[in-house]
């Protein structure tokens, strides 16, 4: 008897849950907003049943009569031009999200939440149909004793002009092409092609006039396929018009680089660990939980004389532990290390590491890595929030 009592509730709830949403789809049809945030930009409106607006719904505000409705509209006016202006950025300049996201933080503008912007949230405003006045629903499924799945496009329920736009469809079409773009990879001919073609118009090939030409292959693409751009370099046969010192040198740093991270991975998976290297940031991921940035560097020279060396903590992805290695110019061997955790260096800023022969670290200091590796095999993940900002002793 429970047995069937099971079932039969079990076949109710999916005949409710059946008819809930064929409910939301009805609504959607007709322009309403079914469930959600509205977005940055928008705001919910609540309509009385004639299509009367009587007024917006704040946050965690919900209708109170049966036959009233919501529908989305443009929000604050400062709101919406903002959102206008990031859909501008994105499609007239040669910028990606990342671009928009650090400016709109330089410039002290908080994201909805009040926290500041990240790349993700600057991508799911430019991705989102309502900013052109299109209402989408079910374009995620999950069921009673079903997974969470995406569903096609052509399962979507898409209503365009149910309310008014925030950006024009010209603006919204431009921005949508170069997202298609930037999504697609060009294979290794492609980017031979386009490097040539930078050549023939201006001579000369680096990274700032690759990142002018909209139509050059990104500098980050040419790395990830070729390891380094001096590898691109010799495969369409240009010599770059640098010091030949510094780039024997720069080659030589290059090499100890991936050679410190085989060595290191070697390790890591020999005592069990799941380790990805990504050749083009010099990143490592261990266990899915930990990276690390290893940087071979050897010293720079003042007035040709008074050597020292800096170190960078990256400001364009994210890392938890920061491996220098030191060594000589054009030499093979490595001569101590600083592991910098998360916190003891500035992003973006060079640090002076060395100066006269003393280290300006010296608490962080190593003479080889096995530190690193014991820490990584025996302290918990918890542990590197509790790293205070001046890093560890």
């Known amino acids: 008897m429970k047995a069937l009592k099971r079932a039969m509730a079990g076949e109710f709830s999916r005949e409710i849950s059946r008819k809930v949403f064929l409910g939301h789809c009805v609504n959607v049809q007709r322009g309403y907003h079914s469930c959600g945030p509205p977005g940055y930009g928008l705001q919910r409106v609540l309509v009385d049943v004639n299509s009367g607006v009587r007024r917006p719904l704040a946050p965690y505000q919900y209708k109170s009569i049966q036959t009233d409705r919501v529908i989305l509209a443009p ?3 400062h709101e919406a031009a903002l959102v206008r202006k990031m859909f501008e950025w994105y499609a007239t300049r040669r ?5 928009v996201a650090r400016r709109l933080n330089d410039f002290g503008i908080c994201n909805g939440a009040g926290r500041p912007w990240l790349p993700r949230n600057i991508l799911q405003i430019l991705r989102n149909e ?3 006045g299109t209402n989408v629903y079910s374009q995620t499924s999950s069921k009673l004793d079903a997974a969470w799945e995406q569903l096609p496009r052509e399962e979507w329920i898409c209503v365009t002009s149910a309310f008014e736009p925030v950006v ?4 919204f079409g431009a921005v949508q092409r170069k997202l298609a773009r930037s999504r697609q990879i060009p294979s290794r ?6 490097l040539r073609k930078v050549i023939e118009k201006t001579g000369k090939l680096n990274q700032a006039t690759l990142r002018h030409y909209r139509s050059a292959p990104s500098v980050e693409r040419i790395m990830r396929e070729f390891g380094s751009l001096y590898g691109a370099y010799e495969e369409i046969g240009y010599s770059p018009y640098l010091n030949p010192e510094r780039s024997r040198n720069r080659y030589v740093e290059r090499r100890m680089e991936r050679s410190l991270a085989d060595i290191t991975t070697e390790v890591l998976r020999g005592l069990g660990h799941d380790v990805k290297y990504e050749k083009h940031t010099n990143v490592m991921g261990v266990d ?3 990276r690390l940035q290893f940087v071979a560097r050897s010293s720079w020279l003042i007035r040709g004389h008074s050597p020292y060396r800096v170190v960078r903590w990256p400001d364009c992805f994210a890392i938890d532990f920061l491996v220098y290695a030191r060594i000589e110019r054009a030499a093979t061997d490595f001569l101590d290390f600083h592991i910098f955790p998360r916190g003891s260096l500035m992003p973006g800023a060079y640090t002076v590491v060395y100066r ?8 962080l200091r190593r003479t080889d890595l096995k530190s690193l590796v014991e820490l990584l095999d025996s302290v918990p993940l918890e542990v590197l929030d509790r790293v205070p900002p001046g890093g560890v002793a």
Do not use: C, M, W
């Open 288 to 290: 899915n939980t930990l």
């Open 168 to 171: 024009g469809n010209q603006l």
């Open 75 to 77: 929000g604050p006016p």
């Open 130 to 132: 309502k900013y052109i």
């Open 95 to 99: 910028t990606a999200a990342t671009d």
């Open 356 to 363: 006269n022969g003393v280290s300006r670290f010296a608490d």
């Open 189 to 194: 001919e492609e980017i031979v092609s386009g």
